[in-house]
């Protein structure tokens, strides 16, 4: 079978995860990576044997790079792009991708517009069966529309009200803040609430946001009203055994958003990413037709899985279990129960206990 050849437009924190996800796919190929300006990520593609490319303008980048061609040299050679610039430099980009007829996924910041659908895998993979313009939404929106789905299935979501109290920046920008402060967003709803829309378009979404002191993960508090009397221990199983979410609990001590960038680094994930979005148990509740949950959503890695699965539906694969079941297993998020990637050895009980 002939792998999907794959150009990542973008190498910061989205790109360079994406990069790597494709090389771990058995049905993708990473054709190339292209570097803006030179920087130490671009030295590790170099490390990794990812072919870099350059944009317009070499921007000095050949001093230090060895380069495989300029960006239409990358489109020209790729199946499908994922576009993984600051916005709204991927609306830009697209110029490119039309004029040589190659498909090409954007990232939530970029406008819906930008493309043909939104695309969150576990609810709206068909919507994107061989388009040839995608886009992946943003991390916050992705969480709320995993989470919401579920409940949506269950019982029918009728009306959400979402409080989202997000990370000031990425852990590697220091140009951004605040450092001692609590900012509300000055728009009502959040611009989060729209953004489902694209999603999940029959659920009434309103968000508020409060940007905070940190950069590991941001927190959603949300309240969804549905249609049926809702069991509190269905919620939970369902949201147990769902891939991509991960129940967590302070009967494990995990209690906070800095234990969970724990767990992520303690599984071994690359960079100690949490690509699963984390529900507390003990944060799950139901009063009259309405239920309560609090989730914590890693902005630089849950959008990962998505943009792998967006690839294959572009590429005409129908069956989104499939894709997300390859997805998964390549990328060590497996039906909830979430695996390290570290060689587990069987444990032999002690003589006598059994
Ligand atoms: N970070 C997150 O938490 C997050 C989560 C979900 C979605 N997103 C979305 O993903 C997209 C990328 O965000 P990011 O956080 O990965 O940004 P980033 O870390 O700033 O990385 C952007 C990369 O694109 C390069 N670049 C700059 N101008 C470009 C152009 N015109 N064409 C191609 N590449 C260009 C940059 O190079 P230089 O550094 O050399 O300028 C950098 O390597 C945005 O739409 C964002 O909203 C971000």
């Not at 993984?84 to 990232?107: H, T």
């Not at 914590?296 to 997300?324: F, L, W, Y």
């Amino acid at each position: 079978m002939e792998k999907i050849k794959v150009g990542v437009v973008g190498y910061g924190t989205i790109g360079k995860r994406i990069a790597d996800a494709v090389i771990l796919q058995p049905d993708m190929e990473l054709v190339g990576v292209t570097a803006h300006s030179y920087n130490y990520r671009i030295d590790i593609a170099q490390e990794k044997g990812i072919p870099v490319f350059y944009l317009e303008e070499k921007n000095g980048l050949e001093k230090n790079c060895k380069l495989a061609g300029n960006l239409k040299a990358l489109v020209n050679k790729c199946d499908v792009v994922v576009d993984c610039s600051p916005s709204p430099c991927g609306a830009e980009n697209k110029a490119v991708y039309e004029e040589l007829g190659v498909k090409a996924i954007f990232q939530g910041g970029e406008k819906s517009e930008v493309a043909q659908t939104s695309f969150v895998a576990q609810c709206n993979y068909e919507k994107s069966i061989n388009k040839d313009y995608v886009r992946v939404v943003s991390c916050n929106t992705t969480g709320l529309s995993r989470s919401l789905k579920i409940l949506d299935d269950l019982y029918g979501v009728t009306k959400v009200n979402a409080t989202l109290i997000r990370r000031a920046t990425d852990p590697g920008q220091v140009n951004k803040g605040p450092i001692n402060a609590i900012v509300p967003t000055m728009e009502l709803p959040s611009h989060h609430g729209p953004d489902v829309l694209t999603i999940l378009p029959h659920i009434d979404v309103f968000t508020m946001a409060v940007v905070v002191p940190t950069t590991i993960m941001h927190m959603h508090n949300i309240s969804a009203k549905v249609t049926k009397t809702p069991d509190l221990e269905e919620i939970k199983k369902k949201f147990k055994s769902t891939p991509r979410l991960r129940v967590v609990s302070a009967k494990e001590k995990i209690t906070s958003t800095a234990h969970l960038a724990e767990l992520g680094r303690d599984l071994g994930y690359s960079r100690g990413d949490m690509m699963d979005i984390c529900l507390w148990e003990e944060g799950i509740a139901v009063k009259d037709n309405e239920v309560f949950f609090m989730q914590a959503v890693h902005q630089e890695s849950d959008v990962i899985p998505e943009n792998i699965d967006a690839i294959r539906a572009m590429m005409g694969m129908k069956d989104a279990d499939m894709s997300m079941e390859i997805t998964n297993t390549s990328l060590g998020l497996m039906n909830g129960k979430k695996k390290s990637k570290i060689q587990k050895t069987e444990v032999e009980p002690e003589k006598g206990l059994i």
